[in-house]
Every structure is written in structure tokens, then in C-alpha cells.
């Protein structure tokens, strides 16, 4: 069974600092992954999505994710924080082999300092 | 455009009384799932849908229905809900075709009492 860890529940940053954001994966095969952004009262909104390829994938909002297969990690950075990026990160695992299930990480609550 | 519409956004019931969260999508995706939300532990699958009338159970499936009669529609039914329901629902379309990605509804906030 696929499953994903978010290790750290809450990261403070200071505004235009760089931020980093764990997540490790525990899946057999090459999977799908995903990180999601929710904003406070929000949906969740899709930063970037890794499937196959160069493992650096660029997303939106300055947002970019590195696939490591030998840690079994995709962890979310920005170089340098605004304050609109306070928001809870969810880094979620998906698979068509394990019938297109999405399986999510407890997420990140980021807070950004002034 | 492309959307899931989830209804309604909010919703505060009593113990016991049955209700319905509407789920419909216009992307014709075969694809549809519910998740629950709650404080970390991130978001659960309780029940999908490969196609009409072919529905499964995820990971939180108990106290929880589910029908797929057309493609568009794919309702959650709480027949008994219990504060332990209480929660953030999403519903999910998977286009696995082409561009492969999920589309999640707006939510909807329920709030058993």
C-alpha cells in the first residue's frame, strides 16, 4: 500500500526567506506525486505533479519539487517566501497500477513572519 | 470551464438525520472520488468510482453511501450521520487521459451535532 509522510507539521519563515518542505513516500513502483496548496478557507490547489522524467519539475507560484528515488522523497522549495504563501502544503502519492488512488500526507502548515 | 461543483459549502445537521452532499463534474471524467479532511491527518479517501454504476470502498468507507446511476453525478450519503462525521468533504475527478490530474471540488464544510 502507497503511503506519505509530511514530517514537519508546522514551519515558521521569515518573508523572502527560502522554504523547504519534506515529504517521503513509501510506494513499489514509480509513482505519481503531487503537491497541493490550501489556502485558509480555500480548496486545494495543484502547485506541481512529477509522472517520469527530469526530476526537478517547476510549478506555480515560484514553487519547484526535487523527485530523489533513492530517498524516496519529493520535497517542496521556494526560494524566497511572500506572505500570500502562508497555507497548509499537502504532498500527496498517486498510482494507475494502485487503481488511481491518491493518498495524501498529513500536510504542512507554513506561518510567514513579516 | 472545466469544474466539480460540490453543494452545499457548509452544512450543520443534527445526529441522525440523513443528508445528502452533491457531487457533478462537466469534464466527462469516468474517474470520481470522495475525501475527508481533518487535522493531520491530511485527506482520506472514503469512497471512488472507476465508471457508472462501479463504486468502491477507499479508506474511511463506514458510515458512508455512495451511487454513480450517470456519469457527471456522484453523491455522498450519510444515512445516520454522527458528530464523528464532522469534517472537510471533497469530491475528485481523475482525468487519466492526456493531461493525467485530479480536480477537487470547493468542499464542504459539515458539522454534526
Known amino acids: 500500500a502507497q503511503s506519505v509522510t509530511q514530517p514537519d507539521i508546522h514551519i515558521t519563515v521569515s518573508e523572502g526567506a527560502s522554504l523547504e518542505l519534506r515529504c517521503n513516500y513509501s510506494?513499489?513502483?514509480?509513482?505519481?506525486l503531487f503537491w497541493y496548496v490550501q489556502s485558509p478557507g480555500q480548496g486545494l490547489q495543484l502547485l506541481l505533479k512529477?509522472?517520469?522524467?527530469?526530476?526537478l519539475v517547476q510549478g506555480i507560484k515560484g514553487f519547484e519539487a526535487e523527485f530523489k528515488r533513492s530517498q524516496s522523497s519529493f520535497n517542496l522549495r521556494k526560494p524566497s517566501v511572500h506572505w500570500s504563501d502562508a497555507a497548509e502544503y499537502f504532498c500527496?502519492?498517486?498510482?494507475?497500477?494502485?487503481?488511481?488512488?491518491?493518498?495524501f500526507g498529513g500536510g504542512t502548515r507554513v506561518l510567514v513572519k513579516p | 470551464e472545466a469544474q466539480v461543483t460540490q453543494n452545499p459549502r457548509y452544512l450543520i445537521t443534527v445526529t441522525g438525520k440523513k443528508l445528502t452532499v452533491t457531487c457533478s463534474q462537466n469534464m466527462n471524467h469516468e474517474y470520481m472520488s470522495w475525501y475527508r479532511q481533518d487535522p493531520g491527518l491530511g485527506l482520506r479517501q472514503i469512497y471512488y468510482?472507476?465508471?457508472?454504476?462501479?463504486?468502491d470502498k477507499g479508506d474511511v468507507p463506514e458510515g458512508y453511501k455512495v451511487s454513480r446511476k450517470e456519469k457527471r453525478n456522484f453523491p455522498l450519503i450519510l444515512e445516520s450521520p454522527s458528530p464523528n462525521q464532522t469534517s472537510l468533504y471533497f469530491c475528485a475527478t481523475l482525468s487519466g487521459t492526456g493531461n493525467y490530474g485530479y480536480t477537487f471540488g470547493s468542499g464542504t464544510r459539515l458539522t454534526v451535532v
Open positions: 510506494y513499489g513502483a514509480t509513482p505519481y
Open positions: 512529477y509522472f517520469s522524467g527530469d526530476t
Open positions: 468510482s472507476m465508471n457508472v454504476e462501479v463504486t
Open positions: 500527496a502519492v498517486g498510482a494507475r497500477a494502485a487503481g488511481n488512488k491518491l493518498t
